[in-house]
C-alpha cells in the first residue's frame, strides 16, 4: 500500500521546465473598473498552480527597469530584447519580474535566476510571474 502511495504521490508532482510550463495558462480579457480599462487576465493551469509559492530556476534575457548600473529588480524574457514581449513579438507568458536579493550589475545579458515563484492574477499592474528573493547567475 505504502509503494503505491509513493509512486502515486511521484507520478502526480510535475517537474518546473521553465518556460515551457509557465506557458500552461490561458489569456482572458477583463475590465478592471478601478483603472477604467481592459486588461489581460492569466487563468494558470493546475500544474502551474503547484508551483506558487515554490523556487524555481529559469533562464532567460535581463531588461532592466532603473536607471542605476545596479539592479534588484529587473524583467526576465525568455528572449533577448529585440524579440521580446514589450517589442510585440512575444506574449505575456514570455516574461517575468524579478526581485533580487542583492543588486547585480549586468545589463542585456543572458541569466539564470532562482527565486520564488509567484503567480500574479490579481494585480493588473504587475507581471504574471514574479520571481522574489531571487539570485542571478550570468551565463554570458
Given at each position: 500500500?505504502?509503494?503505491?502511495?509513493?509512486?502515486?504521490?511521484?507520478?502526480?508532482?510535475?517537474?518546473?521546465?521553465?518556460?515551457?510550463?509557465?506557458?500552461?495558462?490561458?489569456?482572458?480579457?477583463?475590465?478592471?473598473?478601478?483603472?477604467?480599462?481592459?486588461?489581460d487576465?492569466?487563468?494558470?493551469?493546475?500544474?502551474?498552480?503547484?508551483?506558487?509559492?515554490?523556487?524555481?530556476?529559469?533562464?532567460?534575457?535581463?531588461?532592466?527597469?532603473q536607471?542605476?548600473?545596479?539592479?534588484?529588480?529587473?524583467?526576465?524574457?525568455?528572449?533577448?530584447?529585440n524579440?521580446?514581449?514589450?517589442?510585440?513579438?512575444?506574449?505575456p507568458?514570455?516574461?517575468?519580474?524579478?526581485?533580487?536579493?542583492?543588486?547585480?550589475?549586468?545589463q542585456?545579458?543572458?541569466?539564470?535566476?532562482?527565486?520564488?515563484?509567484?503567480?500574479?492574477?490579481?494585480?493588473?499592474?504587475?507581471?504574471?510571474?514574479?520571481?522574489?528573493?531571487?539570485?542571478?547567475?550570468?551565463?554570458?
Amino acid at each position: 500500500m505504502s509503494k503505491a502511495l509513493i509512486i502515486f504521490t511521484w507520478w502526480t508532482v510535475s517537474t518546473f521546465n521553465g518556460w515551457d510550463t509557465l506557458q500552461q495558462l490561458e489569456v482572458r480579457s477583463a475590465y478592471d473598473d478601478l483603472l477604467g480599462e481592459t486588461f489581460d487576465v492569466p487563468v494558470f493551469s493546475d500544474e502551474l498552480k503547484q508551483f506558487d509559492g515554490k523556487e524555481v530556476t529559469i533562464e532567460g534575457y535581463t531588461i532592466p527597469l532603473q536607471q542605476s548600473t545596479e539592479q534588484d529588480y529587473f524583467v526576465l524574457s525568455r528572449f533577448p530584447y529585440n524579440n521580446c514581449f514589450f517589442c510585440g513579438n512575444a506574449g505575456p507568458e514570455t516574461v517575468a519580474e524579478v526581485y533580487t536579493n542583492k543588486p547585480i550589475t549586468t545589463q542585456d545579458a543572458r541569466v539564470r535566476v532562482t527565486g520564488k515563484l509567484k503567480l500574479n492574477d490579481a494585480d493588473p499592474l504587475h507581471l504574471f510571474f514574479i520571481l522574489q528573493d531571487a539570485s542571478v547567475e550570468v551565463l554570458d
